[in-house]
Structures are given as C-alpha cells and as structure tokens.
C-alpha cells in the first residue's frame, strides 16, 4: 500500500511514524486510518505512541466515518466512556484543547464538500433528485442525531440560501414545529420550500409521525401561500420522497 514501506516498516524493521507515512505514499487515499489521525493528534501519551492512541479513538467511534463526524462535545463524550468501559486500554491525553482541534479539522473537511453560494443559487429543484444531492452537502456523516433541514426556493425554484437546519433532536425523532419551517420561509421572502430530515438507523421509510408532520406541512403552506414542494427522508446513501409515495397529500 505504501510505497517502499510494505506492511508499514522500514528497512530497520521498525514503524514507520505517520508522517513518515504520508511522506512515502505515492496516493493519500492509501495511508492508513490510524496515520491520518495520528498526524492531526501530533504526539502520544506516557506509556502509549500516537499510532495506539489513534487506533483507539477510531475503535471509540466503530469506523473512522462516525468519527470524522464529531464535534467537540462529541469526542469528549465518547473518551470518557470508552475510558469507563476499557479501562486497560484507555484514550489518554485528549483533553479539551485537543478534541477543539480534531474537531475544527473535521468541521474544514465537511465544508469542503459543501457547494459555493453561486453553484449553489444556479441548480434549479424540480424534482427530489436535485433536492437530495443539495441536502446532503450539509449532512454529517455518521451523526446519531435525527436534523430537519428547510430549503428554500424562489421563483425560479432555485435556492436562496444553504438548507438551514430548523431542528435536532434525538436518535429517533426531530421535535420541530411546522410553523418554524415558514417563519424561516416567510423571513427570507421564499416562493417555495421542501424539507428533509435524516434517519440516523439509515432506512429512509418514512414513519407514521414524519407522514403526520408532512401533512401538517401541507396544511400551513396553504394558509401561507407558499408552495410546498416535498419533505424527503434521508437514509445512509439513499432517500424516500414522501410525496412520491403519498401525492394525494397535496391534492387535498
């Protein structure tokens, strides 16, 4: 995988560090999970090298994906259970400072992907398709939390702005009311709105409660004469559109 390092070893039989690592590779893409960590992480702790320590913290998360995900507070919960539940093998020297910092490079990543206001404003949303590749630019991957997110449209159905988060809640519910989705419509002067929000379990079907807010949705983008285009729900790498499935919504 690495180029001159077979199995990730110097010619003296020693491991290579991660820099080192990074430095030898002829593709980033190759360099192993625990590396990249370790090369953000700088330095182990007493008693424990950096690649361990990295090692560690992915195993905390279960995949480099959810660990990617986190936010500080995220990674700061997660230590300290692991520490409770692994008390031979604990995560050691990630204080606050340190879990800011691996957060902030986590953060940087996922905006990366994130369109630009111009690219943005230029995709016209007339079906969910376009819709689902908008929403997912502000998804975190990995996130145990179920977000609603409203886009909203102008005339022309093109965007406004990003899609705004209206609420996160649990693992298995977003508590939002539908009248917060068309005050934010409302405030930016929108002609039109579609919402999704995500399933953390990764099975988009829709449940009896997310039918029931849709139709709720229906109900005020009347009285607020803004159309109501749609309200997916987003799985691991796939979506439902509740309107495709249930259009007599609309026709009401």
Known sequence: MIDNAKNNFDKRGGELMPRELMERSADPALVPDEALVAVLLKTGAHGLNVIE????????????????????????????????????????????????????????????SRLAPDELRAHKVT?????????KTVLTPGDDKENLYALL???????????????????????AFARDVFKEALKW???????????????????????KFTERLVELAKIAEIRFLDHLVLGDGNYVSIRSIDGCLWEQ
Request: charged share 25%.
């Open 53 to 112: 320590l990295a090692r560690r913290l992915i195993e905390a998360f279960g995949s480099m994906k959810s660990l990617v995900s986190a936010d500080w507070r995220a990674l700061e919960e997660r230590i300290k259970i692991w520490n409770k539940t692994n008390r031979d093998r604990p995560i050691k020297g990630l204080g606050h400072v340190k879990c800011l910092e691996l957060a902030a490079a986590f953060e940087m990543g996922r905006r990366w």
């Open 127 to 135: 079906d969910p398709e376009t819709a689902y590749r908008i929403f």
């Open 153 to 175: 449209l102008n005339n022309k159905n093109c965007p406004i702005c990003e899609p705004l988060r209206i609420s996160r809640g649990t693992a298995d519910s977003a508590p």
């Open 189 to 211: 002067g929108a002609v039109a709105v579609m919402v999704a929000h995500n399933h953390p379990s990764g099975d988009p079907a829709p449940s009896k409660a997310d039918i």
